[in-house]
């Protein structure tokens, strides 16, 4: 009787998460249109994937993006919230409006970022020119050089708000007597920051690191829009290289063992992770 | 320390720096909206003014041609279904978790990290094909289902963590009384986690109001897109048009961006709840 709670949550989840998560290990081993009947080959797709240039250089670039991520989204985040924690005036709408991207979807930033980048007319290289600087207009989407960069400002500016507003809660929670009581000590700000505010942190960091990296492998939307792999390669990821190897060269077989690499790598990465922070101390206050 | 006091200076800083950064950032947004009022070749040569006439027929060209109204229309249903599926099957879910015994419960509960933790592309392929079997390829039950599906494994656990913190006293004495368990969820579990199911309503409506990737590959007709895809075929299209694209981002994300605002509160309560697990 009470399994019918859960029944309905995992019919759902069975047939729509678990069911091709399994059924994707067996394609991995076939050579599959989509249309005709999958044929075993073997180990043959994964071969092929371990010597595949673009899917090799697009795990470099995924790696990149996470670093990225981790600067321009996790730690700008944690300067944010670190500035934007006032109870003044104007702090609450500031907070407000650096969140706001959180909300638009990334097709819609992508669209909009294209514009801002755009060579011609876009607002970056209006404002350099404006100032002077003619030189850094860039084509800035449409050369490999700047293409992943540009791509992780762009992550930047709609993540960042959400590790923000998960660090201020967390601010939010610290005793003003610890600070005020190193005020007294003499402590400058920026030592009170990292000897107080970030070992009392602590937990989100590690929280917001793993899901960084979590949604680093799954970042697929942004580089779709903005470039979708281009120019030649420079900003595939596992995620867009797969969906192009799959449905628009209709070689699903291999790119179902793609998906079975990507699935295996995100899983060791996650719990050797989860495995190593548990162990950590707990600061409590 | 109230906020009538006097600034002191590094408050003033805080203030600027703060600022500075927050009008950059927020700066594309009114940039997009002021471009969708001007003609292409005013955009070029005066990028950051206020446009000279107020061309409203951008507007009007854009929801045509783009077919906005039924982009709108098709987001709305997918959001609002799936939405509903979601937190209604998960708050059942998160609610045996909690409180009840079955044979699997903490095996089945493990289970639902996968959802948590794999990136959506990793089933993309054979989702497809599982969708094509049942004769779903194509339709909006196509993005609905599957949309939920993969909400599910993060509204159970924040849904969980919500009836663990609420002591299940009171659904010890209805049971006492007689009660069966399906009218303990109804009357006495349901209306007190009701904020919270509102909360990840939220969440969920962003998450899949914003999905792109099984909406790119599950539907194929242009009657049947949802408002991402859209805009990108628009984008595809009409990327010369620039007036036209901006009136067209604008009129997909202003409105989204004014119930945030409206909401705010709830939204960012929402969204940073998913990551206090």
Known sequence: MNLLFVAPAFVLFGLFVLLPLVSSVFYAFTNWSGFSTPEWVGLANFSRALADPVHLTSYLHVTLYILGTLLLEVSFGLVMAVVLNSNRLGFSLMRGMFFSPMVLSMTAAGVLWAFVLDYRLGLLNSVLRSVGLNDWALPWLSQGSTALIAIMFVSGWRFAGFYMIIFFAALRRIPRSIYEAATLDGAPPLHQFFTITLPLLRQQMLTCVLLAITGGFAGFDLFFTMTNGGPFNATDVPATWIIRTGFDNNELGYATAMTVILAVVVLIISVVYLRLTERGDHVRY | MSATDRRTPGEWLQLLVGGAIVSAMFYPAVWMVLSSFKTNREMFKNPFGLPRDWLWSNFSAAWDKGGLGGLYLNSIIVTASAVTLTVCVATAAAFAFSRLAFP??????????????????????????????????????????????????????????????????????????????????????????????????????????NELMFALLFVVDDEKRTLPVGLIRFFGRYSTDYAMVFAALTISTLPILALYFLLQRHVIAGLSATAMD
């Open chain 2, 104 to 209: 699997g419960r903490r095996w089945l509960f493990r289970l639902l990290l996968i959802g948590l933790l794999l990136p959506p592309p990793v089933v993309a392929i054979p989702l497809f094909a599982i969708l094509r079997d049942m004769g779903l390829l194509n339709t909006l039950w196509a993005l609905i289902l599957s949309g939920s599906a993969w909400s599910l494994s993060l509204t159970i656990f924040i849904m969980h963590g919500y009836f663990n913190a609420i002591r299940p006293d009171m659904e010890e004495a209805a049971m006492l009384e007689g009660a069966s368990i399906w009218q303990i969820f109804r009357d006495i579990s349901v209306p007190m986690v009701w904020p919270s199911m509102l909360t990840l309503a939220i969440v969920n409506t962003i998450n899949i109001w």
